[in-house]
């Protein structure tokens, strides 16, 4: 399908991909993945035919359609689902041809060419993808320059997928979704019957949806089969195996240069000198590991503790407009060591929460108690414009530091995961990552007791992402986290709650089950799921009743260990005493009196440790049946 040889690419004076190759099967739906700033999206490019390479070739068959989401979000006055419907080319064209055609044999062939392509389920496809990415039956009769910029590359994406390409390319296509819309994509890119090459960051994504690897490092290009976690584990080994051969090697090389070092100027052994340089010249040397290093997330412990519930709601009700809430009669608790999720689809109302809670919304109805010197933080990917374009880092925080000295001012930008270099560069030209950063220790600048996350890693890169985790679970305070990210969410969160149809509440179950509430395949889990829950209760009960039934013996065993334990202390104490020479000569009938006590007592020791054996085997018996 896709046969990359000898590839390079240069952007800007910088060599992004230096001779890289790769053969990606037809039908393989490969992640391509890689840090930040590798050249994914430049690759793309140089795929669809809109960059030139700077040497080797890529080769895909002449009648391949290749298919990615559009750069600009569609914003006419047409109906979503008349977008979605034209973006299938074929299918358009017939439809017009059908209108003005007059031969009857044409008229045939493009009844059954339209047969061939489905074109009969088109309308219901375009309306399953629709609905998939959020849009209900209301909103795919609106036309798009109804909707924001993020709901518009939605329709984008439904109109790429619809169009069915042999080779579809998804460039992030998760940074437009919600969680529900990204685990729909997940289930469809998953059963798409045609080649997909997928830039992603997100990890269960490329754990679910994909089944092949293209890792762009070095500026080369690997093909690994499987998914990300098991490509992560077979680099680790491989990379483990290649440092150990690069250590014998190099011990090799020594060996050999010391040879050639002593003997080069003997005649007796300048023919081995020769061979020996001769091996030295052929061994092709084995590439150090080159890890990047990932800069870490560091978040200010909170400068004062407050009791729990840090927020405490009491039937509040909360919208924009008097008389219209988005959510009603919320009735709920925030403690101060609470890691919680919020699910729900777009529009229902989560952002909402998030600015009632940070205070930028008051309650219309209710009462909200907050505890007293509570600090709330908020991280908002539209808030990265509110970014100062032409400062830097360093003079973000020299207005949070007005009277520091520039050592603690960088040291304090340095927390933020920025490096060194990067403190000076203004704000505009800070990748998407790193205004994200920056954002991030910002709005947490004061040490917050509750943190307000929502959709923290757009721009973060798989090993980022890794690093906001372990800085999260490291954060005393409670966490708050809106985010389609499953993998931030599985290793952050211990609470979920559920924003939907105007209410939050707690979700009873776990993630696993809200994606097959969300891919409609619930049932059967849930099923299951109660079953267990039975077979446990069940089987707690009956375990109750045998340590009911074997209580007596549970006390008898206790019993006997005192016994045990008050004869070994017996017996240490008498150790003690006929260990004391001058006992022999003082009181020789007082040895033979212990000495015949100690054996008496270690008799009884000895009855007392068969029985508690023999006790203990029985219970054990009893419980376990």
Do not use: C
């Not at 994509?185 to 690897?213: F, G, M, Q």
């Not at 809670?357 to 010197?373: C, H």
């Not at 207005?399 to 203004?426: C, H, I, Q, Y």
């Not at 019993?559 to 240490?572: N, Q, S, V, Y």
Request: charge should be neutral; charged fraction near 30%.
């Amino acid at each position: 399908m896709l046969t990359i040889n000898d590839l390079s690419l240069r952007v800007a004076g910088r060599l992004l991909l230096d001779h890289a190759s790769l053969a990606l099967p037809t039908g393989a739906k490969a992640g391509l993945v890689g840090r930040n700033g590798t050249g994914k999206t430049t690759l793309f490019k140089a795929i669809t035919g809109d960059l030139p390479s700077e040497t080797g070739s890529i080769y895909i068959p002449k009648s391949t359609r290749i298919g990615q989401v559009a750069q600009e979000a569609p914003g006419t006055e047409e109906p979503l689902i008349e977008i979605v419907l034209k973006a299938d080319l074929e299918r358009a064209a017939l439809l017009a041809e059908e209108q003005t055609a007059t031969d009857p044999a044409r008229i045939a062939e493009i009844h059954i060419r339209l047969a061939d392509i489905d074109a009969h389920t088109a309308e219901a496809r375009a309306a399953t993808i629709l609905a998939g990415l959020g849009f209900d039956d209301e909103a795919q009769k609106r036309p798009a320059s109804s909707f924001s910029g993020g709901w518009r590359m939605r329709v984008a994406l439904a109109a790429v997928l619809f169009s069915r390409p042999d080779l579809l390319l998804l460039d992030e296509p998760t940074n437009y979704l919600d969680l529900e819309g990204t685990l729909w994509l997940e289930n469809y890119v998953s059963k798409y019957p045609h080649t997909v090459l997928l830039i992603s960051h997100d990890r269960d994504l490329l754990n679910r949806a994909v089944n092949s690897i293209v890792h762009l490092d070095q500026k080369k290009l690997t093909f690994w089969r499987g998914g990300y976690d098991q490509f992560e584990r077979q680099r680790a080994e491989q990379l483990e195996l290649q440092e150990k051969g690069r250590v014998k090697q190099e011990a090799a090389r020594k060996h050999l240069q010391s040879f050639v070092d002593r003997f080069r100027a003997k005649a007796s052994k300048a023919r081995q000198a020769q061979s020996r340089i001769k091996a030295l010249e052929k061994m092709k040397p084995i590439a150090a590991m080159i890890e990047d290093s990932v800069q870490p997330f560091s978040f200010p412990e909170p400068v004062k503790t407050v009791a729990s519930p840090i927020v405490a709601l009491e039937g509040v009700s909360v919208g924009y407009q008097p008389g219209s809430p988005i959510l009603r009669k919320m009735t709920l608790r925030i403690d101060a060591d609470d890691r919680i999720a919020l699910l729900g689809a777009n529009g229902n109302g989560k952002s909402t929460f998030a600015k009632l809670l940070a205070g930028r919304l008051k309650p219309e109805a209710g009462t909200m108690t907050v505890a007293p010197g509570l600090k709330v933080a908020i991280f908002a990917q539209h808030q990265l414009d509110d970014l100062r374009p032409e400062e830097n880092a360093y003079e973000h925080v020299r207005r949070l530091m007005p009277d520091a000295p520039e050592s603690k001012v960088r040291a304090r930008v340095a927390r933020f995961g920025l490096a060194t270099e990067k403190m000076n560069t203004a704000a505009k030209d800070l990748s998407g990552g790193e205004k994200a950063r920056l954002l991030m220790g910002l709005a947490s600048f004061e040490g917050p007791n509750l943190f307000i996350l929502d959709e923290p890693t757009n721009h973060l890169d798989i090993d980022s992402r890794e690093a906001l985790i372990h800085a999260l679970n490291d954060f005393p305070g409670a966490v708050i986290l809106i985010s389609h990210d499953r993998h931030l969410l599985e290793a952050t969160a211990d609470r979920l709650w559920l924003v939907k149809d105007g209410h939050v509440a707690p979700y009873d179950g776990d993630l696993d089950d809200y994606r097959q509430l969300v891919t409609g395949q619930s049932g059967d889990r849930r099923e299951k799921r109660e079953a267990d829950k039975a077979s446990k209760a069940e089987r707690r009960r009956e375990a109750a009743q045998r340590r009911a039934a074997l209580e007596p013996l549970a006390k008898q065993i206790k019993a006997t260990e005192g016994l045990i334990e008050r004869t070994r202390k017996r017996l240490d104490a008498i150790d003690a005493q006929l260990e004391d020479p001058k006992l022999y000569d003082s009181d020789p009938r007082g040895v033979t009196q212990l000495s015949k006590e100690r054996a008496e007592l270690a008799a009884t020791l000895s009855r007392h440790e068969e029985s508690w054996l023999t006790m203990s085997a029985e219970y054990e018996a009893g419980v376990a049946d």
